[in-house]
């Protein structure tokens, strides 16, 4: 009877075995399938972290490209030649193939005494440019004439600090900061 005992543990213990292996290969199914689902998460995630990365770099590096540069001398023009009436100078394209909405540009001004924003502008497009397209927009190869009226509170005299600001609708700014010379004349070239 003891023999026959050990001989139906021996054969419980057997197909124990067997239990045992389809067990663990059900639980390493199971962690398989939970890493396949908890990684296709983290790649999702990923991925879309990643495209608004891209998104968010492109978009900066269209505001830091230099859309505008100044591309003459700056005048200074005087009527009375007691102080600053008008800054003008020419504007091109930094980057070829870009455009500019020359009705978008803001212009500010600002002085050790004024600070005024969306000053008195006028854009136009220099004589010796072929307009390419619409007359408002600064395409490749163009030059437009900025001529800027410094605000009548201003007064500027010899020997003092003045800026001027362009802020185009997409692009970094332009900044102009010049210093009148001891004499005013009609016009000067502000170095």
Known sequence: M?????????HLHRAQKGMTGLETAIILIAFVTVASVLAYSVLSAGIFSAEEGKETVYKGLEQA???????SDVLGLSTNQTKLDTVQFFIGLAI???VVDTNAIVVN????DVHAEGCDVALEIASDSIERGSAAMLEN???FKVTVTVPASANVVAY???TVQLLPPTGNS?????SLPGSLLKVMDLK
């Open 174 to 178: 332009v900044t102009i900061s010049r």
């Open 2 to 10: 003891y023999e026959k005992f050990v001989k139906v543990l021996r």
């Open 109 to 112: 001004y600002w002085d050790k």
């Open 65 to 71: 490209e230099g859309g505008l540069e100044v591309s």
């Open 141 to 143: 190869d163009e030059l």
């Open 160 to 162: 003092e600090d003045f």
């Open 96 to 98: 070829p193939n870009e």
